[in-house]
């Protein structure tokens, strides 16, 4: 039987082995910081993981939003969104996840302007939300 033997002598009598396995090693650690950081920075779904429970304290009632009536309230609900606060940060992308999922009776409805309807109840800006519903029809 042949055993493989692997030669980690440089030409002039010198070992290689230690300084390019820590290379190697700080080219996976320099990865690894690499991706974390760009993950911060671009976002990659963490605004579409859904918390497991609401507390009653922030339950809103989230059909004072032009264009969510109590069936689409129900489907946030179901998804952990509870709060204008909460509906606020959520991307138009997750949104559209979950009215996509709900079937073809809610293809119709876009939630376009629903995080910032629902930033602007979360402020307490009830009048400009108000003055900004009357020009919607269906959140649009």
Known sequence: ML???IN??????????WPWFLWLLGAFILGLILGWLLKQLFGCGDSDVAPVAALDAIKDDLTKIEGI????????????????????????NRLQKILDAAGPSYTMHNP??????????????WEELNVWQEH?????
């Open 69 to 92: 009536g109590p069936k689409i309230k129900e489907l946030l609900n179901n998804d952990g969104i509870w709060s204008f606060n909460q509906l606020s940060n959520a991307s138009i």
């Open 136 to 140: 919607l029809k269906g959140g649009l």
């Open 3 to 5: 055993l493989l033997s």
């Open 112 to 125: 376009r302007t629903w995080s910032a309807q629902a930033r602007l109840a979360d402020e307490d800006l």
């Open 8 to 17: 980690t002598t440089a030409c002039d009598g010198s070992d290689v082995f």
